[in-house]
């Protein structure tokens, strides 16, 4: 595999230089907004800095697109394009809750579709979940496929419901699925949320805000489709954006068919009951 040993080196290096960081209480500091606007700490910046550091060994010439700084020109650019998240779940870091996550995806082209490798590192626990190629997908080394769950009365979903992007009614939408499933959970980092669902922890992740960016999902969505599992927008069709420039997008990432049809069958009808 090309690139496993880049990706999951860099993102060692990205989670060793995160905790040192959070030894000292200005980790949490302002330094500015991002290229999105969102207020950017210092622990974001320390993580970009070492990602971005640890690439330009690898790499003469490549475009970065990262959550934070936007694009990143290494020697002529790219391709390949790279497309990195140093923190998410910046929330969560800041406050102490111990759930969040960095991921790196490369690509060879411009759309989703295009990437060819990627990793997610559980900055807390070390996990880290790589795909490559027609490899198939990883957990630390080891082989991990989605679950078989194909109905929402059995699954475990996960559904990001914060505020942040939510729109009027977002709640309502997706509550019938959520008092129906078996387990519900939101840990706030979605990157993360989607590589349970390809190790089969969790059977479904759903987020209809539209507010996530490519460069949030690039590396998750790859892995989980590498997992077996299904990514597709509300419409029920495969996933497919912009990584260059970043897009923002609604989608809903499921382990199997039959409960995909499902969440979008409880989706439609919670939508006509609103009219």
Known sequence: MKYFDIIVQTLFQCRDKVLDCMKYSSYKQPIRRNVFGDEMKLIDL????????????????????????????IGCGGPPYIVIDPIDGSVNAVRGYPCFSASIAIADGVMLSSIIAGGVVNIVS???????????????????RVSSIENIREALISADLNVKGRI??????????????????????????????ASGAADAFIDLRGFLRSTDLAAAVFIVRKAGGIVVDVEGNDLEIPIYPPSTTPFIASATRGLLLEIISELRLSESCRY
């Open 46 to 73: 320390v993580a970009e800095k070492s990602i971005i550091e640890s690439l330009r060994k690898y790499f003469s010439n490549a475009t970065v697109v990262s959550e934070e700084s936007g694009e990143i020109i």
């Open 126 to 144: 070390g996990d880290v979940y790589y795909a490559e190629g027609n490899y198939g997908a990883y957990l630390n080394g080891k082989s991990i």
């Open 168 to 197: 009027p009614g977002y709640i309502a939408r997706i509550s019938s699925i959520l008092e129906r499933a078996a387990h519900v959970r939101f840990l706030g980092t979605d990157a993360l949320e989607v590589c349970l669902v």
